[in-house]
């Protein structure tokens, strides 16, 4: 399906504003994009990433799932909507929106990473720490995501030397996770 023209100018403008770091621009430019072709997810999916870069997680869910509405199919719309939902304590709501990804061939990065934080969820950090590692060793991965990951497994290795005893270790709300939430994109 074509594009509208003005849709991939001001996306790559809103790419571009994000990299400079002129957020209201950006907004602006993914805003202006969505309007330009109200069926198209891409978007609404930049706008949240956009969005919770700048903190705002509660826009930044929303507009997660407004890209989900026009792509149920977006696998990493739906793996950051989850994430989102995770590093908000709501792990039961997470999974539920990461179901359909647990269905992604085993070559998929995100498979692994969906099982790692779920597993996580449970305090089961050696099965958190495989596979999260074995996300990292899939190809093609997302730079991005694998160095937020990679953070990820340093923090579980962490907990994990702690014993899952300690304070800090136990439930969804680990220190890890609201430090990643802060860092998402």
């Known amino acids: ?17 994000s990299r400079e770091g002129r957020s209201d621009a950006a907004f602006a430019f993914f805003q202006r994009a969505s309007e ?6 891409l978007p609404h999916f930049l706008l949240a990433s956009e969005q919770a870069s700048a903190g705002d997680f509660a826009q930044a869910e929303l507009s997660f799932a407004n890209a989900l509405l026009l792509a149920p199919d977006f696998a990493l719309a739906r793996y950051q909507l989850g994430l ?4 908000s304590s709501r792990a039961p709501v997470a999974l539920l929106t990461w179901q359909p990804l647990l269905s992604l061939p085993e070559s ?3 498979l692994h990473f969906v099982r790692g934080f779920a597993a996580l969820g449970q305090n089961a950090f050696s099965e958190s720490l495989a596979h ?3 996300g990292l060793q899939c190809t093609p991965a997302n730079p991005a995501l694998c160095s937020d990951i990679v953070q990820v497994v340093e923090a579980v290795e ?3 030397s702690r014993g899952s005893g300690s304070e800090e270790g136990t439930g969804t709300g ?7 939430s802060r860092g998402l994109h």
Do not use: I, K
Request: hydrophobic share 50%.
């Open 36 to 41: 330009a072709d109200p069926a198209s997810a």
């Open 158 to 160: 962490r907990l994990e």
């Open 1 to 17: 399906m074509d594009h509208p023209p003005d849709l991939d100018r001001l996306l790559a403008e809103g790419m571009a504003a």
């Open 174 to 180: 680990h220190v890890l996770l609201s430090a990643y």
């Open 108 to 110: 998929d990065a995100l």
């Open 84 to 87: 989102l939902q995770f590093t």
């Open 132 to 134: 999260l590692r074995r």
